[in-house]
């Protein structure tokens, strides 16, 4: 094995790798263990890092980072208007060299190290894939030209008509907040236990004729505050069970949590 095949944890973690990388380092993970927790880890950070932090950019904001791009040399610098460019002379063409002559050799390339230049770290790597520019502790992504003033969490937090339906689970308290007008809801625990290694929590709205919907996994634990994904409107309760780390199409396990919206 690659002695640098561990170091594509990070990359692989983020669908950084060439096909054959992927392939490679796929066989791999079936033998390590380090790396498939590695791999566990980064993606789960990189989809925490994405989770309730879209904010509309200032209106000068995109502006600027498409100027930016347009200046930024990328394979080959952009054009600019100006004088017609003269064409170089041309090199003198390469001949033999005469017997006896000494031949010029190049350098050996050491391809490994050549290869490292070029890896993202793992932590780096992580935190690419949440793809969002951070100003002032503020995260913006600077591409959504139609994002609500405030989080869809914020609102739903902070609406008028918002309905509270709480808890306890273990150690902490988790609570479901319902606004009819915004057709959210919100997630929220003060110490959420951590899942156990393989597991997640998932979310579930129950739904009149349809039974229990997925809303959504709970990545993480601690404190959480994440929306229920869905049409909270349509739901006369919500439930938690406990679920593959992918989560489910319907309810496996019996649930650990249930609350009424009635």
């Not at 490679?24 to 791999?39: I, K, N, Q, T, Y």
């Not at 006369?236 to 650990?256: F, H, N, R």
Request: proline share 10%.
């Amino acid at each position: 094995m690659n002695p640098d095949t561990h170091a594509l944890a990070g990359a692989y973690a983020v669908n950084a790798l060439t096909d054959e990388e992927r392939r490679s380092f796929e066989l791999h993970l079936e033998l390590c263990d380090d790396c498939r927790a590695e791999v566990d880890g980064l993606q789960e950070a990189a989809a925490a890092l994405a989770v309730d932090v879209e904010l509309s950019p200032p209106p000068a904001l995109r502006a600027s980072v498409l100027s930016a791009i347009s200046q930024t040399r990328q394979l080959s610098p952009i054009a600019s208007a100006g004088p017609p460019l003269t064409a170089l002379p041309a090199e003198p063409p390469v001949t033999a060299p005469e017997s006896g002559s000494a031949t010029p050799t190049e350098a050996p390339v050491d391809e490994l190290a050549a290869r490292r230049r070029f890896r993202v770290q793992p932590w780096l790597a992580a935190a690419a894939a949440a793809a969002v520019i951070t100003v002032g502790g503020t995260v913006w992504q600077p591409w959504d030209d139609n994002s609500p003033q405030g989080t869809i969490t914020e609102q739903v937090l902070a609406a008028s008509d918002a309905q509270r339906v709480e808890q306890p689970m273990g150690s902490s308290k988790i609570t479901i907040v319902r606004s009819p007008a915004h057709k959210k809801a919100v997630f929220v625990a003060d110490a959420m236990p951590e899942a156990p290694f393989g597991k997640a929590y998932q979310l579930w709205f129950d739904v009149p004729g349809r039974g229990m919907v997925s809303a959504g996994l709970i990545r993480g634990s601690g404190a959480v505050t994440i929306p229920l994904q869905g049409d909270a409107t349509v739901a006369t309760g919500a439930g938690i069970t406990l679920e593959p780390a992918s989560g489910s199409e319907k309810p496996t396990t019996d649930p650990v949590a249930l609350f009424s919206f009635a």
